[in-house]
């Protein structure tokens, strides 16, 4: 199978690529621009895999060069990362969002449509849902986000759900939660150029940077210790339920909605003391005003994943804080 994973480069999408490339059955081509990702990411995915792919520095802004490369290579699958994803940036730079994540988008639809392509995995987001009117958040919540990052995402799954009503594609779209952790090999993880604004990455910006504290936003929320609940998918889970993914399409539909997650949350100081505690670290933090864009809680429900996927959860958060850490040792980004 000839699958091309766009943002390759990146935190999920490289994780993905190693996964892939462990089936020889799988013909794996990567397209990143290096704008938020290391080409060293690259190399490392053949370290990890000992395993040959097609690479291209492409921007998917760039529709010409993107033509060109669908017109040498032959695509069956497309699994789409490449897009920008930070919820505060969105709202300082909303129309560099708009513009990078949907015109990329179409572009890439257009070069699918082009060359017979029709299957699509979308890499969405738990924001589309923006303020949940219950808890845990269906695939039927109503789609209602906060912030551009998120309304980026919901313009993105309607332009896929209109073509796959018109017969043109069929896609699966992926709402995750909050990914954390890395690979075990300590080669890949997330370590993105632009200043991080997920947990994690904080965290461990802060200890590198030797900052006197973590900046935790919003003291006043309605949770059990008054700061912001998230659930945490641990990578190794979240590239597993792609693989799945990939399956379903020998099945007849026309689109599938499934979101990702555990199905249980963690608060801001309930994952920093387990951080703490696994890596035998101390962090000191201080408390600000909420960000705009954020909300006080988000929890999955784990149902039609199960169902449709027959997906589990196999890693912990515990694991993926102890991964993410060693992951920055290895590499001296401490």
């Given at each position: 199978?000839?699958?091309?994973?766009?943002?390759?480069?990146?935190?999920?999408?490289?994780?993905?690529?190693?996964?892939l490339?462990?089936?020889?059955?799988?013909?794996?081509?990567?397209?990143?621009?290096?704008?938020n990702?290391h080409?060293?990411?690259?190399?490392?995915?053949?370290?990890?895999?000992?395993?040959?792919?097609?690479f291209?520095?492409?921007d998917?802004?760039?529709?010409?060069?993107?033509d060109?490369?669908?017109f040498?290579n032959?695509i069956?699958?497309?699994?789409?990362?490449?897009g920008?994803?930070?919820?505060?940036e969105s709202?300082?730079?909303?129309?560099?969002?708009?513009?990078?994540?949907?015109?990329?988008?179409?572009?890439?639809l257009?070069c699918?449509?082009?060359y017979?392509?029709?299957?699509?995995i979308?890499?969405?987001?738990?924001?589309?849902?923006?303020?949940?009117?219950?808890?845990?958040?269906?695939?039927k919540?109503?789609?209602?986000?906060?912030?551009?990052?998120?309304?980026?995402?919901?313009?993105?799954?309607?332009?896929?759900?209109n073509?796959c009503?018109?017969n043109?594609?069929?896609?699966?779209?992926?709402?995750?939660f909050n990914p954390?952790?890395?690979?075990?090999?300590?080669l890949?993880?997330?370590?993105?150029?632009?200043i991080?604004q997920?947990?994690?990455?904080?965290?461990?910006n802060?200890?590198?940077?030797?900052?006197?504290?973590?900046?935790?936003?919003?003291?006043?929320y309605?949770t059990?210790?008054?700061?912001?609940?998230?659930?945490?998918?641990?990578?190794?889970?979240?590239?597993?339920?792609?693989i799945?993914?990939?399956k379903?399409f020998?099945?007849?539909?026309?689109?599938?909605?499934?979101n990702?997650?555990?199905?249980?949350?963690?608060?801001?100081?309930?994952f920093?003391?387990?951080?703490?505690?696994?890596?035998n670290?101390?962090?000191?933090?201080?408390f600000?005003?909420?960000r705009k864009?954020?909300?006080?809680?988000?929890?999955?429900?784990?149902?039609?994943?199960?169902?449709i996927?027959?997906f589990?959860?196999?890693?912990?958060?515990e694991?993926?804080?102890?991964?993410?850490?060693n992951?920055?040792?290895?590499?001296?980004l401490?």
């Amino acid at each position: 199978m000839n699958i091309l994973i766009t943002g390759g480069a990146g935190y999920i999408g490289s994780h993905l690529a190693v996964d892939l490339l462990k089936s020889r059955k799988n013909k794996i081509f990567i397209i990143d621009s290096f704008i938020n990702s290391h080409f060293k990411t690259i190399i490392n995915i053949k370290k990890i895999t000992k395993r040959n792919f097609i690479f291209a520095k492409i921007d998917l802004l760039k529709k010409k060069k993107l033509d060109l490369f669908f017109f040498k290579n032959k695509i069956n699958i497309v699994i789409h990362f490449a897009g920008l994803k930070s919820i505060s940036e969105s709202e300082t730079k909303p129309l560099n969002y708009l513009n990078t994540n949907i015109i990329s988008t179409l572009n890439l639809l257009s070069c699918m449509s082009k060359y017979s392509v029709r299957k699509i995995i979308f890499s969405s987001t738990a924001a589309v849902y923006g303020i949940p009117n219950y808890l845990p958040i269906d695939e039927k919540h109503l789609i209602k986000p906060i912030n551009t990052y998120g309304k980026s995402k919901e313009i993105i799954e309607n332009i896929l759900i209109n073509l796959c009503n018109h017969n043109k594609i069929k896609t699966v779209i992926l709402r995750y939660f909050n990914p954390v952790g890395v690979h075990k090999s300590g080669l890949i993880g997330e370590n993105p150029k632009n200043i991080p604004q997920n947990l994690m990455p904080v965290i461990l910006n802060i200890i590198s940077k030797n900052t006197s504290h973590l900046k935790i936003y919003g003291k006043d929320y309605k949770t059990k210790d008054k700061t912001a609940e998230r659930d945490y998918i641990h990578i190794n889970d979240l590239v597993r339920a792609h693989i799945k993914s990939i399956k379903l399409f020998s099945k007849n539909f026309s689109y599938q909605i499934i979101n990702v997650g555990t199905g249980r949350v963690y608060s801001v100081l309930e994952f920093l003391n387990i951080f703490q505690k696994v890596n035998n670290l101390k962090i000191n933090y201080k408390f600000y005003p909420r960000r705009k864009g954020d909300v006080e809680k988000l929890l999955n429900d784990i149902k039609l994943s199960k169902k449709i996927l027959k997906f589990k959860i196999r890693n912990s958060l515990e694991q993926a804080c102890v991964s993410a850490y060693n992951y920055f040792m290895k590499n001296n980004l401490l």
